[in-house]
């Protein structure tokens, strides 16, 4: 089923009022990979005071407009990927709908995304919804990680460190020929990828609430602190879009332009 339309202001670049969300998306395309890596976008939404988790998942922070906005992002990249945590918080469905699907298709790339999930040493529950679909899943564990049966149709992949590293992984997904990889958090994990400065772009819903909570943020503090030496990671803005109160940015990171 399509969904919407669902109306824009587009307000960065080139301003122009009252688009349909799919058509200010149209010539969307993922960064580029660098140094021979996938590259790597994180897309989240959050509250005006910043927190990512409104009583225990995500639910309920966007609106459904941001709901296909998230989709049209999965269906540009060729992997999606989440944390096990965020699996067993809240369920992880990486399907891009039929409609996107079919696009997909047209450009000769499988319906969906690539599912990649990563866990570290907990087993995550394989009749979870997770592994229920018919496109490709990877499944990476930590070194003790005790899950060896995964269901058909996943790979397993064990990592050699406790928690995966995040460029393992990426060296990982390379050799499997993905050449993008949209994270989708949790807050932990996107952490991870921050700490070894592996972000290109930042996708961030601003939902129009204040919730005043001390739940997680976009992306958790880094044990160890800030991997900048004192130097923050300067942000190119690409694009603003604003649907009703919500705000829908695009940032980028480390490369010109
Ligand atoms: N607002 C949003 O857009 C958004 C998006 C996604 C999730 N969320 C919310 O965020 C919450 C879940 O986030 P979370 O931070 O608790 O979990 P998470 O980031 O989804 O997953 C953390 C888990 O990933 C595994 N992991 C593997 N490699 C890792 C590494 N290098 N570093 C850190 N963890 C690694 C570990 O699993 P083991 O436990 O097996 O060691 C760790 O416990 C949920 O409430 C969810 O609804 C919000």
Same mark, same amino acid.
């Given at each position: 089923?399509?969904?919407?339309?669902?109306?824009?202001?587009?307000?960065?670049?080139?301003?122009?009022?009252?688009?349909? %969300?799919?058509?200010?998306?149209?010539?969307?395309?993922?960064?580029? @990979?660098? +140094?021979?890596?996938?590259?790597?976008a994180i897309?989240?939404?959050?509250?005006?005071? *910043? $927190? @990512?988790? %409104?009583?225990?998942?995500?639910?309920?922070?966007?609106?459904?407009?941001? #709901?296909?906005?998230?989709? %049209?992002?999965?269906?540009?990249?060729?992997?999606?990927?989440?944390?096990?945590?965020?699996?067993?918080?809240?369920?992880?469905?990486?399907?891009?709908?039929?409609?996107?699907?079919?696009?997909?298709?047209?450009?000769?790339?499988?319906?969906?995304?690539?599912?990649?999930?990563?866990? &570290?040493?907990?087993?995550?529950?394989? +009749?979870?919804?997770?592994?229920?679909? +018919?496109?490709?899943?990877?499944?990476?564990? &930590?070194? $003790?990680?005790?899950?060896?049966?995964?269901?058909?149709?996943?790979?397993?992949?064990? !990592?050699?460190?406790?928690?995966?590293?995040?460029?393992?992984?990426?060296?990982?997904?390379?050799? #499997? /020929?993905?050449? !993008?990889?949209?994270?989708?958090? &949790?807050?932990?994990?996107?952490?991870?990828?921050?700490? @070894? +400065?592996?972000i290109?772009e930042v996708y961030w819903?601003? *939902?129009?609430?204040?919730? &005043?909570?001390?739940?997680?943020?976009?992306? @958790?503090?880094?044990?160890?602190?800030?991997?900048?030496?004192?130097?923050?990671?300067?942000?190119?803005?690409?694009?603003?879009?604003?649907?009703?109160?919500?705000?829908?940015?695009?940032y980028?990171?480390?490369?010109? /332009?």
């Amino acid at each position: 089923m399509i969904e919407g339309p669902h109306r824009v202001d587009r307000l960065w670049p080139d301003p122009t009022l009252e688009i349909a %969300l799919d058509d200010a998306m149209a010539a969307f395309q993922p960064p580029a @990979a660098p +140094d021979g890596r996938p590259a790597v976008a994180i897309n989240m939404v959050t509250s005006i005071d *910043g $927190r @990512a988790q %409104l009583e225990g998942t995500a639910e309920g922070l966007g609106s459904r407009a941001d #709901r296909r906005l998230m989709r %049209l992002y999965r269906a540009a990249f060729d992997a999606v990927g989440s944390g096990a945590g965020t699996l067993r918080a809240s369920g992880i469905w990486l399907r891009v709908g039929d409609d996107l699907a079919t696009r997909r298709t047209a450009r000769g790339v499988s319906p969906n995304p690539v599912g990649v999930l990563i866990a &570290g040493a907990q087993p995550v529950a394989t +009749d979870a919804r997770w592994f229920g679909g +018919d496109e490709r899943r990877i499944l990476v564990v &930590g070194a $003790r990680n005790p899950m060896t049966d995964v269901p058909t149709g996943t790979e397993l992949l064990r !990592s050699p460190d406790e928690l995966p590293d995040p460029r393992w992984v990426l060296e990982c997904l390379s050799e #499997r /020929g993905i050449g !993008s990889l949209l994270l989708e958090g &949790g807050p932990h994990l996107n952490a991870s990828f921050l700490a @070894a +400065d592996l972000i290109d772009e930042v996708y961030w819903t601003i *939902g129009a609430h204040l919730l &005043g909570t001390d739940a997680l943020q976009m992306i @958790a503090p880094i044990e160890g602190g800030s991997p900048f030496d004192g130097e923050p990671r300067r942000g190119h803005l690409v694009s603003v879009l604003r649907h009703e109160d919500e705000l829908f940015l695009r940032y980028r990171f480390g490369v010109a /332009g």
